[in-house]
């Protein structure tokens, strides 16, 4: 008879929870694009849902960062893609590069040295028209639209495709103007 006490793993070690989280994260994300693949066949069909699922995460997810960071309004684009870059460390423990803006500081680069969710990932040749982490696109587009900008996002470049890093452009287009929904005046 032994206690299990004495059977169990020893309390030495150290595990880094943000990193078992995030690869906890990648491992989950890649099980259901495979899913999604197998349910869409079209590989337009799955970037569409991908991207869709990523709006539907930064609609909800840029309350709690407003919450936590206490983030006041920002003046320009160029604040926005600060706190795109602070959202990326808070999630997903990752500081992606800003860089690469236009002439009219209205189009920026996120750039990764590493995809932070595509950690595990090789794709297969037949999988070359697929946008991968294209849920990263969708929650800056959903979160960025929550406080009244609407942008674009799109990956520029993909480690996943061979690249040297990913890099994710990010566009404003327009603000929104808040609007009462019909009948509702």
């Known amino acids: 008879f032994t ?14 929870t943000k990193k078992v989280s995030g690869e906890l994260f990648s491992l989950t994300y ?20 991908l991207e869709k699922m990523g709006y539907n995460v930064g609609v ?3 309350e709690d960062f407003l919450a936590r960071t206490k983030e006041e309004k920002c ?17 997903l423990n990752v500081s992606p590069t800003v860089t690469s803006w236009s002439a009219a500081s209205d189009e920026f680069s996120l750039v990764f040295e ?3 969710i595509a950690e595990f990932v090789e794709l297969p040749d037949n999988f070359a028209d697929i ?3 294209n849920i990263l696109c969708g929650a800056i ?14 990956f520029a470049q993909d480690s ?9 452009r990010v566009k404003f287009i327009k603000r929104v103007e808040d609007s009462v929904p019909a009948g509702d005046d």
């Open 75 to 91: 003046s320009d684009f160029r604040q926005t893609s600060e706190k795109v870059q602070a959202g990326f460390k808070l999630y």
């Open 160 to 168: 996943l495709k061979g690249d040297s890093v990913t890099e994710l």
């Open 30 to 49: 890649g099980a259901l694009v495979a899913q999604i693949v197998r349910d869409y066949k079209s590989m337009e069909d799955v970037n569409k849902q």
């Open 114 to 116: 590493a995809n932070p």
């Open 3 to 16: 206690s299990t006490r004495d059977m169990s793993r020893p309390t030495t070690r150290l595990t880094d």
């Open 141 to 154: 587009r959903g979160a960025l639209e929550m406080v009244h900008l609407e942008v674009v996002a799109w």
């Open 60 to 62: 909800r997810l840029i």
């Open 131 to 133: 946008n991968y982490s």
